[in-house]
């Protein structure tokens, strides 16, 4: 079982996966941690479960609880739109993804280190 600590870690780790790191992986890169990582690390480490355990134990405030959950409503709403779209760079222009990864940007420039 994981600490708290390496949960916050790997917490910290997906949102920099989705941030405008994301941008700067060759397109096998990009497709991989869109489409692998992202989609299992979003629904564990920004499920409402992991993100009470977080404002509970006073690693997040409320509002970066609240963006969490935009952020990770925002890629599962569009996952099945990045799968289905074969040009990386459509979803890489895309309105949604970049909202996504300045939503990222954002979240972690909030949290405490």
Excluded: P, Q, W
Excluded at 25 to 36: A, G, I, M, Q, V
Excluded at 80 to 96: A, F, G, H
């Amino acid at each position: 079982m994981l600490t708290i600590d390496e949960r916050y870690e790997i917490f910290k780790n997906t949102l920099c996966k989705c941030s405008s790191k994301l941008l700067n992986k060759n397109n096998e890169e990009f497709k991989y941690l869109l489409f692998e990582d992202l989609a299992v690390e979003i629904n564990s480490f920004l499920h409402d479960t992991a993100l009470d355990t977080f404002i509970e134990e006073g690693y997040i405030d409320e509002s970066i609880y609240n963006k969490c959950i935009e952020l990770r409503d925002l890629y599962l709403n569009e996952e099945e739109n990045y799968m289905s779209l074969s040009d990386v760079n459509k979803i890489r222009e895309s309105t949604k993804f970049n909202k996504m990864i300045k939503l990222a940007d954002e979240i972690l420039t909030m949290l405490y280190v």
